[in-house]
Each structure stands twice: as C-alpha cells, then as structure tokens.
C-alpha cells in the first residue's frame, strides 16, 4: 500500500541502508542514557572491595549492591512494554531517566551497606526501562532492515562500560571517594533529559490496549522472589537454606501461573506469544546460557586482580581494558554483516573466540602472566563484539513493528534474569572453593588489611594466595562449560539476511 509523501517522509526510507542523520541523532541520545546504565553496572563491580572495607560488609552483603540493582530491573522491565504503548516512548524514557538520577543521588548519600542496596534499587527502577525503551525507540527510528546496524550503534555503551566503567571507576574511588561513581550521573542525566525532549519526536501512545494488572501481580513479584532467593544462595552458602527455597519457590509458582495465565490473556504483560517466531526463540535460548556465563564470569577477575594480585581499583580497571577494545573492533562490523548475511555465523564465530579466551583463566595462579591475561581478555572482547547485539538482532529482526516494544523488553527480562543467575552461581562457586581452601580466606583478608597479614605464619600468605587463584581458576570451569553449551542453541539461529515481516515498512511508516 503506497502512503502519501508527507508520511513517507516521518519514517524510515525503506530503500536504503545507511543510518541517516535524523537515526544518528535518536541514537545519540539513547546511547548516553545507555552508558550511564551500564557504566554504573561496571563501576560498581570495580567498587564491591571497596564497600566491603568501607562498610565492614562481607563479600555475598556488598555484592547485594549488584543484585539489588539487577532485581530492580528485572522486576521493572515486565512493565516497560505496555508502559511504553500507553504513555509514549520519549514520556517513558524521560521518566526512567528521572527515576535513574534520583536514585544516583541517593546512592552517593548512603551511610551504610544497607541504604546502599536499597537506593540502588531505586536507582534500578529507572535503569531497568533505560535499555528496552532505547532499543525500542532507536528501531523504530531506522526500520527492521537496519536493524543490525543500529544494534551495532547500541552497542556503544556496551564496548564504553568494560573500557570506561572500571578505570573510571577506580580513578574516582582511588583519588576522590566511592560516593563520586554515583555523583557523576547527575551531569550526564540531566543532559540527556535535555535532549530527549529536543531530539525524540512526540509520543502517540495507544491507549486502547487494556493493562494486565493480573500478570503483574504474578510476573513482577515472581520474578523479583525467585531471583532474590537465588541472589541469597552466596551468603547462605547453600541452596537449600530458608532465605534460598521459600522465596525462590514461591516466585516460580508465581512464574508458572502467569506463563498460563499469559497464554490465554488477550493483552498479556509479557507476550508469550512471540516464542512463536523461531528466530526469537532461539535467540532467547542463546542468551540465557550466554548471559548466564559472560555476566557471571565478569565479577570474577576485577576481584582476582584487587585481592589476589593486591592491585588497585584503578589499575585493575586498565587491565580489564583489552576485553572492551576488542569488542571496539568487531562489534561495527559484525552489526553490518548481520544486515547482510544474518546473525547466525557470526554469533558462533563470536562464541568460539570466547571460549578461547575463557579457556586461558581456568589455567590462573597467583602470578599469571599480565601479558597473557590481557591476550586473553582482548579475545574474548572481539568474541564479544559478534555476540551480543547480533543476538538481539536475531531475535527482533524478524518482528513486526507493533511486536518490537513487547520483544525488546523480552529480551532484555532474559538478560537481566539470567545475568542474575550467573552472577549468584559464580559466586556461590567461588565462595566455595575459597571455604574449602584453609588459608585462602585469611590470605585474601590479609591484603587489603597489614595486621592480619602480620599474624600469619611465615609463607603462609604466598600459599593462601595461591590457594585463592586456584579457586578461581576452577570458578572459570563453570563460565566455560556454560559458553560451549551456547553453541548448541546459536547453531539454529538465521544464517541468512532475514526478511522484513509483510506489514513492518507500512506499519513504520504511519506510526
């Protein structure tokens, strides 16, 4: 059906593939909102030895200052879809935007661990709608047929967060305070609210679609239950402790009724439906066993470095360098060999370089070579770089324009909720090994803290620490076993340039 030239002109232009200047400037502006999210997420990972000292806390307590985030965003993040289709993408952006500074604030006035977790909660409501809101708004902006390209350009954040978040992360806490790695929000926010309301064109929400108040009721707190009793299983040191089971059960109850009650709700808070499409399915599939392993492994080394090798924050942060500049280099090229030639080679390829570079760490010791380790790393960066936008890409590609909204926020709930699980399994693992090394723990104390290492026996610090690189050396086991499994799945995902649905270039052009 041909529209009028006026409308054609508020959309993309379907004959062409380059990213015009109107994209560029949308993009622009999701992208800052992006780095602040995601940088936050790597500055804070840099920053958990330094709570721990800082507030007395142990290891499991201040890395509740990571998962109390991560469930804020997954429990938020169900919401983001139809939230998005009542009040409008640029309303609902800007509000997240809100909500993120705000709680920013707060977290750089914390007085304890606790206060802590729970203004990063608040901090994690916004942050949680910042990523599917982008992605949603920026494919709109250029079309499904650009899609790769402007996943590539999404992508910015994630290369900046690995290079960025933890060397400026462990500038900040070395020359200044923890508290400024939450301050320096407040500037980059309110920028880009500014130019959310210049740049992003005015909202038509469809009201019409009714709000799944039942399914909300279920997915968001099931969500938020079983990932916190998931979350606890580092500090109980098991999984079948109280604090574990009751909250995990209770949430996946809570999951298994509203995956029925999703079937057959005409508007459901979360589509179900959409597993229809087989390139999302498998899509999903890839990233959870992906996620799972990448986000949980990526704890493990900023914590190596500082009380292993008894690095600073700042210096462990270079180190952790190498893996976001090798992602740099692919990750352009990868989006626009996914317009061109589909998702399916590259990601394999990408998962490949990944498991070559994990496969070095599960070999650490205590006196790795750096320059092996940064080998190693910048690796698994250019595996990176092919990975994680193509499977987006793969999985909303190949829906049409009304799905996107509900497949990004999909996506970005089995992002969010497997990094979760990683994150807990390799910590658990961790803590673990370390218990059931004798000297580890008092080792690992002992550098950051002179008197305890004044009362160990003589070379009893050298053995401990050793001890310690081999706990995580065999935590990187697991991260590997978990990236070769992702193969499985990425075997089935398009290995050609998909086909725009029938009605997505009619349906982009009047909206």
Known sequence: MTQPPDIQAAGPDPTTDKLDAAVFKVAGVVVLGAIMSILDITVVVIAIPKFQNEFGATYPMAAWTMTGYTLALATVIP???????????????MAALTFFVLGSLLCSMAWNIESLIGFRVIQGIGGGMLMPLGMTIMTHAAGPHRVGRVMAVLGVPMLLGPICGPILGGWLIDSYSWRWIFLINLPIGIIALALAFIVFPSDKPEPSQSFDFLGMLLASPGLALFLYGVSSIPDAGTIVAGKVLIPAIIGLVLLVAFVFHALRAEHPLIDLHLFRNRALTFATLTMVLFAIAFFGAGLLLPTYLQQVRGE?????GLLIAPQGLGAMLTMPIAG?????IGPGKIVLFGVVLISVGTAFFIQLKADT????????????GLGMGCTMMPIMTAAIQTLTHSEVARGSTLMNIVNQTAGSIGTATMSVVLTNLIKDQSLAGPA???????EIAAKLPPGALETGLSQ???AFSHTYIVALVLIVATLVPAFFLPRSKSETPADSDATILVH
């Open 79 to 93: 919401l983001t879809g139809w939230a998005a289709d009542r009040f409008g993408t640029k309303r609902l952006y």
């Open 312 to 316: 600073t924050a700042m210096a462990a």
């Open 336 to 340: 626009r060999l996914v317009d061109k």
């Open 369 to 380: 070579s750096y320059p092996m380790m940064l080998s190693a790393l910048f690796v698994m």
């Open 444 to 450: 690992l104390a002992a550098t950051s803290n002179p």
């Open 468 to 470: 310690a690189a081999t």
